[in-house]
T-cell receptor, first 115, second 113 residues
Framework: DTGVSQDPRHKITKRGQNVTFRCDPI?????LYWYRQTLGQGPEFLTY????????KSRLLSDRFSAERPKGSFSTLEIQRTEQGDSAMYLC?????????????FGPGTRLTVL | DQQVKQNSPSLSVQEGRISILNCDYT??????FLWYKKYPAEGPTFLIS?????DKNEDGRFTVFLNKSAKHLSLHIVPSQPGDSAVYFC????????????FGKGTHLIIQP
């Protein structure tokens, strides 16, 4: 399978704990995105990388959130001191931005439940 | 303030008929629009896109229409099939903006046999 993969698929944690999610994009894609989706809503943009550079962060990305993409390959999203409001599906997407626009391909998501 | 709106939370269509899903947007800077389909427990799957320089794009059973003056787009599925039952999201972006997509809340399409 050469699609976008995410790990873990599900995470249950207690409030105040730190969690880290991993995303492996489609191998030749240079752009990687993180989104968050809550029940009844569409995905909301959090941040994106072009290669290893983080180029944009949404105001939704509080100081407790940090994302990295070392060497421009896989990416991690860490949430520190989790809160119940962080419970959501965290989606990763990738695209190949050569020229013009390119559609984003999504992974299956990591569902986070904060107790 | 929601910049991409899908005002129908659900839509029921008989198999073989046309499904029409609607989407409105408020940000006149948007110039690229996409439709995604999502099954439960899976990530969204890209269906079709359209640039603002066009008013129609077709791919098999799927056609997207864009009316820039009305800030409205629609997705037509003809003929509708049982496998089309899913949540459909409209998304938009604009050159020079954040590269992330702005999504609507989705429409749950149910194809009845």
């Amino acid at each position: 399978d050469t699609g976008v993969s995410q790990d873990p698929r599900h995470k249950i944690t207690k409030r105040g704990q730190n969690v880290t999610f991993r995303c492996d994009p489609i191998s030749e894609h240079n752009r990687l995105y993180w989104y968050r989706q809550t029940l009844g809503q569409g995905p909301e943009f959090l941040t994106y990388f072009q290669n290893e550079a983080q180029l944009e962060k949404s105001r939704l990305l509080s100081d407790r959130f940090s994302a990295e993409r070392p060497k421009g390959s896989f990416s991690t999203l860490e949430i520190q001191r989790t809160e119940q409001g962080d419970s959501a599906m965290y989606l990763c997407a990738s695209s190949l931005r050569a020229s013009g626009r390119a559609e984003q391909f999504f992974g299956p998501g990591t569902r986070l439940t904060v107790l | 303030d929601q910049q991409v709106k899908q005002n129908s939370p659900s839509l029921s269509v008989q198999e073989g008929r046309i499904s029409i899903l609607n989407c409105d947007y408020t940000n006149s800077m948007f110039d690229y629009f996409l439709w995604y389909k999502k099954y439960p427990a899976e990530g969204p799957t890209f269906l079709i896109s359209i640039s603002s320089i066009k008013d129609k794009n077709e791919d098999g059973r799927f056609t997207v229409f864009l009316n820039k003056s009305a800030k409205h787009l629609s997705l037509h599925i003809v003929p509708s099939q049982p496998g089309d039952s899913a949540v459909y999201f409209c998304a938009a972006s604009w050159e020079g903006g954040a590269d992330g997509l702005t999504f609507g809340k989705g429409t749950h399409l149910i194809i009845q046999p």
